[in-house]
């Protein structure tokens, strides 16, 4: 089976319930253990351009945050749909996801 890993940057208070949509779509499990994630701290800066409507900052402004960097592993198949129930629980207009094939999970 294919892997790939997914990274998500987040505000602290959505940590919780983007894990939560992660491994109830299938992302986070790995043979004979599941709901697995590594979470960090981190500094986020971007400045929002016209027409955005950001959920923090202002459009125009440099914004500096703290938040979270959530990482799991997810088989190659369930992708999509794991991205697109995370992206109905994140907070932000556009939220970061990244996605890495594994070579051997």
Not at 12 to 34: F, Q, V
Not at 46 to 67: D, F, I, N, Q, Y
Not at 84 to 96: C, G, I, L, N
Request: charged content about 20%; aromatic content about 8%.
């Amino acid at each position: 089976m294919d892997y790939v890993r997914i990274v998500i940057y987040c505000p602290p208070d959505a940590e919780e319930s983007i894990k939560h949509a992660l491994w109830d779509n299938g992302a986070g499990t790995l043979g004979k253990y599941a709901c697995y994630s590594f979470i960090s701290d981190g500094t986020s800066t971007w400045k929002p351009l016209a027409g955005a409507t950001p959920t923090l900052g202002e459009p125009g402004k440099l914004s500096t945050v703290h938040e979270k960097r959530i990482e799991t592993i997810c088989p190659a198949a369930l992708v999509q749909n794991v991205i697109t129930a995370v992206r109905k629980v994140h907070p932000y207009e556009m939220p970061v996801i990244e996605v890495y094939r594994l070579e051997n999970p």
